[in-house]
T-cell receptor, first 112, second 113 residues
Framework: LAKTTQPISMDSYEGQEVNITCSHN???????ITWYQQFPSQGPRFIIQGYKTKVTNEVASLFIPADRKSSTLSLPRVSLSDTAVYYCLVGDMAGRADDMRFGAGTRLTVKP | DSGVTQTPKHLITATGQRVTLRCSPR?????VYWYQQSLDQGLQFLIH???????AKGNILERFSAQQFPDLHSELNLSSLELGDSALYFC????????????FGEGSRLTVL
């Protein structure tokens, strides 16, 4: 059973807000939710991490409902350079192999 | 620049050969992770070391091995190489390895001919 489920791909246009949802029905009490961004032929880059409610930084917001069974990464006013693969990870990252799995991610394409 | 250094950046070799990929983590980071990414595939977790000890093992083949040295750098050894081993190999580091942010290197691109 997959630990996280994300849409395989999404399309958007420049200037729009993009919301990518990740389902994690079996999230454990100690688990955090972390999102990474990856451009072609580059290593993933940390975007944001949260445990509950809402977290915001300079590039994104992360919304986590009370039951924590899903989370939504929100990218405000995307540009062409936001075209990338976005990965959702769930775990306390305490060395468990399952916590290290990135899954297939969501391929976001931003169009002009 | 993530602060994680991987060498070599590119490597071309033949089937049946053995190669070693090297990773220097960020200064102060105790954890090193190795991932394999084949063309248009997701990141496959291989192995995690924390302060010299193996912490978690993922989809790592028996032909592959890794270690983390006392100075915290890590090496991934790939032997009896096959065409299917051609991939980008990423190393990541983190301070402690729990709930923390992973910092990825630029990867080592291995091509097996």
């Amino acid at each position: 059973l997959a630990k996280t489920t994300q849409p395989i791909s999404m399309d958007s246009y420049e200037g729009q807000e993009v919301n990518i949802t990740c389902s994690h029905n079996n999230i454990a009490t100690n688990d955090y939710i972390t999102w990474y961004q990856q451009f072609p032929s580059q290593g993933p880059r940390f975007i944001i991490q949260g445990y509950k409610t809402k977290v915001t930084n300079e590039v994104a917001s992360l919304f986590i409902p009370a039951d924590r069974k899903s989370s939504t990464l929100s990218l405000p006013r995307v540009s062409l350079s936001d075209t990338a693969v976005y990965y959702c990870l769930v775990g306390d990252m305490a060395g468990r192999a399952d916590d290290m799995r990135f899954g297939a991610g969501t391929r976001l394409t931003v169009k002009p | 620049d993530s602060g994680v250094t991987q060498t070599p950046k590119h490597l071309i070799t033949a089937t049946g050969q053995r190669v070693t990929l090297r990773c220097s983590p960020r200064s102060g980071d105790l954890s090193v992770y190795w991932y394999q990414q084949s063309l248009d595939q997701g990141l496959q977790f291989l192995i995690h070391y924390y302060n010299g000890e193996e912490r978690a093992k993922g989809n790592i083949l028996e032909r592959f091995s890794a270690q983390q040295f006392p100075d915290l750098h890590s090496e991934l050894n790939l032997s009896s190489l096959e065409l299917g081993d051609s991939a980008l190999y990423f190393c990541a580091s983190s301070v402690a390895g729990d709930s923390g942010e992973l910092f990825f290197g630029e990867g080592s691109r291995l091509t097996v001919l």
